[in-house]
């Protein structure tokens, strides 16, 4: 199915999204992590769309996508690039993987700092990830910025092959997320 065929539902998912945000824009003293539960599900509907053409081209290669796990950390209040690594170690912790089981890695990194943190915290050579560039040049919304980026991440994992792809970045509310993926 295209994405021309799909476009009701990608419609519905982005009216939705802009719908379900007005209580994080207008209520007062609102909290993040509450509130944002219902805009990201509008996400998640556009998001699926955007993706099931790729996953369409995947499944023609005879290659499997399959969601591994996922993993959120916050970190003190003013130190939210460290989040994005915290979250990585305790998806891995949790997978018993390492990063050297990773055949992609794809960073939400709006700051040159999250990559320089991440790097020291795990141990890991910035120039590994995100091989074909920041994605910053998307702009910085991170819904629609980690669809790309996973779009782009399953593409390259299957021109190599397959492997495990590792998606992550960070939040306001000095949140970090991070989700592994396997092609195989």
């Not at 519905?12 to 007005?22: N, S």
């Not at 979250?87 to 050297?100: D, I, P, R, Y």
């Not at 320089?116 to 590994?128: G, N, T, V």
Request: aromatic share 10%.
């Amino acid at each position: 199915m295209t994405l021309a065929a799909n476009g009701d539902s990608f419609a519905f998912g982005v009216l939705w999204f802009l719908l379900a945000l007005g209580p994080v824009i207008f209520l007062p003293n609102h909290v993040y992590r509450y509130y944002l539960v219902f805009p990201v599900l509008g996400l998640v509907t556009s998001a699926a769309v955007l993706i099931d053409p790729v996953v369409s081209r995947i499944s023609r290669k005879e290659l499997r996508v399959r969601f591994v796990g996922k993993a959120e950390a916050r970190a003190t209040a003013g130190y939210m690039p460290e989040s994005p690594g915290m979250a990585v170690q305790k998806l891995l912790e949790h997978t018993g993987l390492s990063m050297n089981d990773m055949a992609v890695v794809k960073n939400h990194n709006p700051f040159a700092v999250n990559d320089a943190i991440f790097a020291k915290l795990l141990d890991y050579d910035w120039r590994e990830m995100n091989k074909t560039g920041s994605s910053l040049v998307w702009g910085h919304p991170q819904g629609p910025t980690l669809t790309r980026l996973l779009i782009e991440a399953l593409e390259e994992a299957v021109s190599l092959g397959g492997g495990y792809v590792l998606l992550f970045g960070c939040a306001a509310g000095d949140v970090g997320i991070a989700a592994l993926f396997k092609v195989s």
